[in-house]
């Protein structure tokens, strides 16, 4: 299996920057891609965003051009670069791994907050 290990959440103030980690272990060859997902409260999860083996990003389309999603390879790291944050960013972020064979695995979560 993989483990995620999610972290990098904070308070920041409208207009600031956060970069979130997802620090990958196990089985680590298993893995396809990884994205991150939010979620407010009473709500389900949705996507912000996400980069598979190749490199290829997509990202839902409120983070375009605010949000960055990366490897770092030689640290089996993912990392979130979130900048031009909102009040509307402020959610739970998970980090999200989709495993070959249709398996996944989830981080368990780091709070943002966005407020003056």
């Known amino acids: 299996q993989v483990q995620l290990s999610d972290s990098g959440g904070g308070s920041v103030q409208p207009g600031g920057s956060l970069r979130l980690s997802c620090a990958a272990s196990?089985?680590?060859?298993?893995?396809?891609?990884v994205g991150w997902y939010r979620q407010y409260p009473g709500k389900e999860r949705e996507l912000v965003a996400t980069v598979n083996l190749g490199g290829t990003t997509d990202y839902a389309d409120s983070m375009k051009g605010r949000f960055r999603i990366y490897r770092d390879n030689s640290k089996d790291t993912w990392y979130l670069e979130m900048t031009s944050l909102k009040p509307e960013d402020t959610a739970i972020y998970y980090c999200?791994?989709?495993?070959?064979?249709?398996?996944?695995?989830w981080g368990q979560g780091t709070q943002v907050t966005v407020s003056t």
């Open positions: 196990g089985r680590l060859f298993s893995i396809y891609s």
């Open positions: 999200y791994a989709h495993l070959y064979g249709n398996l996944e695995s």
